[in-house]
């Protein structure tokens, strides 16, 4: 069988990362060897403020952006300044490691902030040629070559979650997930 090629995506706000982290759970919890990397927001007085990103097996975390992290150089997205340096020691590396040593790999998420970092598109890629199970979220509106390649790709599936599907969506990946014999 193949390894499945799972894509979640919607609006913001709509539960892509709560969605991709009940699922990681849940596969660890059936015995499956879950790694990646999964991003969040960060928020201060209600407002949000940046993003994390976590590494799943080893619960590193760094910045991914931040409104306040004026590096010199740094690229931007809206108001937020992207940390290259994080996306690619804790983002990108937890996506290659996983490629290697997990039965599925977590890529949360492949929008505009990551997709800053060449390291981080180069890991995606890897990711997606290996054997191994890729569970991820896209930037619904991205044009970026690579989530179009992603978009376009017969082998990988693009789930749109909202809010009538949302709640379903996880247990039928992980059943899913779970009922193959690699």
Excluded: W
Excluded at 25 to 50: C, F, N, T, Y
Excluded at 55 to 63: E, S
Excluded at 146 to 169: A, D, Q
Aim: proline letters at 3%; glycine letters at 8%; aromatic letters at 4%.
């Amino acid at each position: 069988m193949c390894a499945s090629r799972i894509f979640l995506t919607g609006q913001p706000g709509i539960g892509k990362t709560t969605a991709i982290r009940l699922i990681a759970r849940d596969l660890e919890i059936r015995g499956k060897k879950v790694e990646g990397m999964i991003s969040s927001e960060i928020r201060s007085s209600g407002e949000r403020i940046g993003f994390q990103l976590e590494d799943i097996f080893t619960h590193k975390v760094g910045i991914l952006a931040h409104s306040d992290d004026r590096s010199d150089g740094a690229p931007t997205v809206g108001k937020y300044y992207v940390n290259i340096p994080d996306i690619e020691r804790i983002g990108a590396a937890a996506i290659r490691k996983a490629a290697i040593e997990a039965e599925v790999v977590i890529v949360d998420e492949i929008g505009p902030m990551e997709l800053k970092s060449t390291q981080f598109i180069l890991a995606v890629e890897f990711a997606l040629a290996s054997k191994k199970n890729l569970i991820g979220t896209i930037h619904k509106n991205s044009k970026h070559p690579l989530v179009n390649s992603i978009k376009s790709n017969v082998n990988c599936r693009i789930i749109e979650l909202n809010s009538h599907n949302r709640g379903e969506i996880p247990s039928e990946i992980v059943n899913e997930l779970t009922q193959q014999v690699l």
